[in-house]
Structures are given as structure tokens and as C-alpha cells.
């Protein structure tokens, strides 16, 4: 029972420090609204060659640990999140879910199955998403 606030605690914490710190950067008024979960923006080539950051080496064995088995064969029965093509199609959405609170019926790791992923792998997602999705 313990651990179990005490995991709600820190996912809380965390959660509180990136949105202050979202919060706290200066946009202009004229500023876009966030896109829909279901739209994928795809920055210039140039700004992936420069991010480092690539599926293969980054998100795949992040998704591997924490969206087996639902999201990958043989007893995936969920969206499957398996490949590169289905990663960047859902890449907005899988942003979305991983960032909710841990009580959301949508939030990903489903149910606890799997313990939440810490803000430095959110932002690796949120990073390849921004930096044009490199293989």
C-alpha cells in the first residue's frame, strides 16, 4: 500500500516540475495552440541529423520493456506499436497517454501492468517526435 503511494507521489511530483516548467517559458500570444493528439508534426530533416536521437537505438527498447505484451505479437491484441511506421503514426497519441495522470483510463502503461515511464524517457519520445522521427 505504501509503495504503491509512493510511486503516485513521485509520477506526481515529476508531472508537477515538467509542467512548471512549461509554464514558466514565455510564448507569444500569437502562438499556435498544442496539436490534437492525433496529428504528427515533422520538423526539417536537418533538425533530426542533429537530435542524435534515433528508434532503433532510443524509443524501440524503451517500447520493448514497457508496451509488452499488449502492444507487440504474438499476444498483442491492443494497437499494435511494433514497428518504426506504427511508432511515428501514433507518436502524438502515445505522447499523450504516457504523460496522463497514472488514475486516467487512458493512461499508458495501462492499469500498472508496467511501472510508468520517468520524464527523461517522455521526452526522448517528445524529442524524436521533434526532431523529424529518424529511423
Not at 516548467?21 to 530533416?45: L, V
Not at 501514433?90 to 520524464?119: A, H, N, W
Amino acid at each position: 500500500m505504501k509503495t504503491k503511494m509512493l510511486k503516485r507521489v513521485l509520477v506526481a511530483v515529476s508531472m508537477l516540475i515538467f509542467l512548471t516548467a512549461c509554464a514558466t517559458s514565455e510564448t507569444p500570444e500569437t502562438t499556435p495552440a498544442a496539436p490534437m493528439p492525433t496529428e504528427t508534426m515533422q520538423p526539417a530533416p536537418a533538425e533530426a541529423a542533429n537530435a542524435g536521437i534515433s528508434y532503433a537505438a532510443n524509443l524501440k527498447p524503451i517500447m520493448l520493456e514497457s508496451c509488452t505484451p499488449c502492444h507487440f505479437p504474438e499476444k498483442g491484441k491492443k494497437e499494435l506499436l511494433d514497428t518504426y511506421d506504427a511508432t511515428a503514426r501514433f507518436i502524438d497519441d502515445i505522447i499523450y497517454r504516457i504523460q496522463l495522470p497514472t488514475d486516467s483510463t487512458e493512461f499508458m502503461p495501462y492499469k500498472s501492468k508496467k511501472m510508468p515511464l520517468t520524464v527523461d524517457q517522455i521526452q526522448l519520445f517528445i524529442d524524436w517526435r521533434d526532431a523529424g522521427m529518424p529511423d
